[in-house]
Structure formats: structure tokens, C-alpha cells
């Protein structure tokens, strides 16, 4: 069985940066898309940053909210998938949520292509 954890969410000020974690337990897919998605209060959930999943994969997808901003990367040691951000504003404060697909990347990005989703982590940008 699947399960993603995230952590690292928080309160930041504009400017500042955050690096989200997500731990996969049972998730022995290569070459299959796992990724980052953020919902805010009252508006639909985005699918923000993405990559294929195993060694040697170099496949990455980003919004164009976050692409100079964000960076998606992997720990196959340990498992984990990794979003590190940068000069956040007020407009990434949101759920952010990790999740894992049985398929290839592909764009456009959908929501239901995630078969597991991980509890989301709170990320807080103030001014």
C-alpha cells in the first residue's frame, strides 16, 4: 500500500523560501509521475511541479506560476520527493499537497491521473 507524507509546510514572509518533503512508503513505480499540487481557499486545485519518478530521471514540469521559483527533485535512497521554494508570495499560500500516479508525466496536468495523495502540508505566506 501507498503513503505519502508530507511535511516542511509553515508561515514565511513574502520573500522567503520553504522546502516541502514527501516521504513514499510502498511506492515502487519507476518512470511514473509523481508531483506537487496546491489548493487555496475558494479556488480549484493546481498542479504546480511534477517529475518522473527513478533514477537517472530528469523529467520535470512546472506551472508557470512557480517555474523560476520552485524546483521539484527527487531522493530514490530515501524515497522522497522534494519542493523547494523560493521568493514565495501571497499568492503561493495554499494546501499543498504531494501525489503519485500510475502513469507517465503528461501535460496537461490532471488531478485524476493521482491515484495517492498524501494529508497536504499548510504554507502561509504573509507580508
Known amino acids: 500500500q501507498v503513503h505519502l507524507v508530507e511535511s516542511g509546510g509553515g508561515s514565511v514572509q513574502a520573500g522567503g523560501s520553504l522546502r516541502l518533503s514527501c516521504e513514499a512508503s510502498?511506492?515502487?513505480?519507476?518512470?511514473?509521475?509523481m508531483g506537487w499540487f496546491r489548493q487555496a481557499p475558494g479556488k480549484q486545485r493546481e498542479g504546480i511541479a511534477f517529475l518522473t519518478y527513478g533514477p537517472g530521471r530528469t523529467f520535470a514540469y512546472y506551472a508557470d506560476s512557480v517555474k523560476g521559483r520552485f524546483t521539484i527533485s527527487q531522493d530514490n535512497a530515501r524515497s522522497t520527493l522534494y519542493l523547494q521554494m523560493t521568493n514565495l508570495n501571497l499568492e503561493d499560500t495554499a494546501m499543498y499537497y504531494c501525489a503519485a500516479s500510475v502513469y507517465s508525466c503528461n501535460t496537461p496536468i490532471r488531478s485524476g491521473d493521482y491515484k495517492w495523495w498524501g494529508q497536504g502540508t499548510q504554507v502561509t505566506v504573509s507580508s
Open positions: 510502498g511506492y515502487t513505480y519507476t518512470g511514473t509521475c
